[in-house]
């Protein structure tokens, strides 16, 4: 009796680690591309590397099926076992559902699926239009093919029929003694051995490759994890590493001044501002910034006869932490994003403020969905008089999956904005650099790999832009109006930058219109900054209070600081002139820090742990 329910167990054990292995594999194959680069080995090294942390997922999926198997052996009825069955067929479909929704995720934001990329399925529908019709069916048909196979299997391991004979006592009392035993066996398991501090993500990573180091780590363990640690987040406590009053010390000394002057760009006091937000630019498109040469000749004809900033870092790695960074020059949390809290979103700062008590027209275009991200709320909440989305304009507009691609969108900003009384504040979102990548336009690039469909749709962006601003500069408004050029984040190239590296949070900002002065015409401002601090620099341009930013810094300030502070997955990086330090608080193994003595890696750090400590206080507090 005591062998049968042992083994069992056992066999429900190795169901596990095979479904798991399956998954990964299939996780593997289908970023080749990538994960070749390591060798054909990699497959291999890969199922052997995660195993700890496939025993720990597997160690807490057991304590069902212990209790279960336990029931069923001391009742030997079908009841149990069929109630077994029902429970390793759920939680199946949940690791596989798991699994293969995060080659979808990862095909986006080049990062593992967790829990805060889960608050986007509250807004299901614009999630679905974001993924290509190839990637959908393709993560579906995996997760039936996976789930239909571990029916099967389980209906061989599994049984209807109960399991062993009529009991004596002293089976009895052998059945509980396993049972009381292997409690404790499972803790172990859970907690990756009798090691001090339990099993994490960074046990088992093993390679250079991140994709590789990704499909490495249990999904479900992951996202379990990221769960808990996200709850613990935000109790504020996780991220503190000094006293408050310190951090607020140094980070109060980051934003002081010696000087408040400012060098005015614009030949206007009150030129009416467009903000473009171009969705998911990278640097890398942009030659002007270190980027692939030709991609975006558009963008190079109007570097030439614009303000460029070279060296800006974005505040986050989604949109719904651009825009705020933007509009409000408020920090990326790194779990997630502030209005996604309406409770407190409401506290932020926005431009459109100032500019409407000082007489401003507003608008704002999106050629999607704006419920995605909260953004919508967002908007609205900072009363924009005009908001445009998709569901605004009449159904007969060809869309792609996504949305309104960018050739109309500008064409219908264009238009509206011929009708503004000025002076006017106007923004547009593209959305055409978003993945599923469905513009109708020729393929030009036939390089760049897993990247290919998002450079191509870069060329088509660039195509439209330079449109757009050949027509905009014969209107009667564009020489008293100023363009604010930037991303909302970064993306993924075939130059395979590490996502929390300052080379892949690094963007365009560029200022552009007939009311730039002609002396800043083509000139680059080398400075380092952060998208946060386009708020400041607009109210200081425009003679606005710039107090309510507290996080913003005047770019245009020769005597402000150089620095850029931004977030990723519960960590951070902060930049200045003497070095880089990255600090992931899920895997330390991958902290960095360029100081170049011990002392200015103490002060390098401090700056960045100070930022991300007051910013949770701030946020929380809010």
Request: glycine share 6%; net charge neutral; hydrophobic share 45%.
């Amino acid at each position: 009796m005591v062998r049968r329910y042992l083994l069992s167990l056992i066999k429900v054990f190795f169901f596990y680690m095979l479904l798991f292995a399956l998954c990964r594999e299939i996780f593997l194959v289908y970023f080749a591309d990538q994960v070749m680069r390591n060798g054909l080995s990699v497959f291999f090294l890969s199922l052997y590397k995660a195993i700890p942390l496939d025993i720990s997922t597997a160690g807490y999926l057991l304590f069902i099926p212990l209790l279960l198997l336990l029931l069923a052996n001391l009742f030997i009825a079908k009841f149990w076992m069929r109630v077994l069955r029902f429970y390793l067929l759920t939680t199946s479909f949940l690791c596989a559902l798991l699994a293969m929704a995060e080659i979808g995720v990862y095909m986006e934001v080049h990062v593992k699926l967790y829990f805060n990329l889960l608050t986007h399925l509250q807004h299901f529908s614009e999630l679905i239009q974001s993924i290509s019709p190839a990637l959908l069916f393709t993560v579906l048909a995996l997760i039936a093919v996976l789930c239909y196979v571990a029916a099967r299997v389980l209906k061989k391991l599994i049984p209807d029929e109960p399991i062993g004979d009529r009991l004596n006592a002293f089976s009895v009392i052998q059945l509980i003694g396993v049972f009381a035993i292997s409690v404790p066996l499972l803790v172990l398991m859970c907690r990756g051995g009798l090691r001090p501090i339990p099993i994490n993500e960074g046990e088992v990573y093993f390679s250079n490759n991140q994709c590789v180091n990704d499909a490495t780590v249990n999904p479900l363990w992951s996202i379990v994890h990221s769960y808990i640690e996200t709850r613990h987040v935000l109790d504020g406590a996780a991220y503190n590493t000094m006293p408050d009053a310190q951090a607020d010390e140094i980070v109060n000394r980051l934003f002081t001044v010696e000087k408040d002057t400012t060098i005015q760009l614009f030949k206007v006091a009150r030129p009416n501002v467009c903000v473009l937000i171009l969705e998911s630019w990278s640097a890398d498109l942009i030659e002007s910034l270190g980027g692939y040469k030709g991609l975006t000749p558009n963008f190079e004809k109007l570097i030439k006869d614009g303000y460029l900033f070279t060296n800006i870092k974005p505040a986050g790695h989604v949109s719904d932490q651009g825009v705020p960074a933007i509009l409000s020059g408020y920090p990326a949390l790194p779990i997630g994003s502030a209005i996604n809290q309406p409770g407190k979103q409401v506290n932020l700062a926005n431009i459109n403020n100032q500019f409407s008590a000082a007489g401003y027209y507003s608008s704002f275009f999106f050629g999607g969905q704006l419920i995605y991200g909260n953004i919508k709320t967002y908007i609205f909440r900072n009363a924009f008089k005009q908001v445009t989305e998709q569901q605004n304009l009449p159904s007969s507009i060809p869309a792609g999956r996504l949305g309104i691609h960018d050739s109309i969108m500008l064409s219908l900003w264009h238009d509206s904005i011929n009708n503004y009384q000025q002076p006017f504040l106007s923004a547009l979102f593209t959305l055409s650099t978003h993945a599923p990548f469905d513009e109708s336009s020729p393929r030009l690039i036939d390089w760049g790999g897993i990247e290919q469909p998002y450079l191509n749709s870069a060329v088509y962006s660039d195509r439209q832009l330079g449109k757009f601003f050949e027509d905009a500069k014969k209107e009667r408004w564009y020489d008293n109006t100023v363009f604010i050029i930037v991303a909302d984040h970064s993306h993924g190239t075939p130059r395979t930058y590490s996502y929390d590296s300052p080379e892949f949070y690094h963007i365009p900002l560029l200022i552009y219109g007939g009311a730039l002065k002609q002396e800043f015409r083509g000139v680059k401002n080398e400075r380092l900054g952060s998208q946060t601090d386009i708020a400041s620099t607009l109210m200081h341009q425009l003679g606005f209070s710039s107090a309510p930013y507290r996080w913003s810094k005047n770019l245009m300030n020769p005597y402000t600081q150089q620095f850029a502070f931004y977030t990723f997955d519960e960590g951070f990086g902060f930049v200045d002139t003497s070095g880089v330090v990255i600090w992931n608080h899920r895997f330390p193994s991958q902290n960095q820090n360029t100081g170049k003595t011990i002392p200015a890696q103490k002060t390098l750090f401090s700056k960045g742990a100070a930022m991300l400590q007051v910013l949770m206080n701030d946020f929380l507090s809010k």
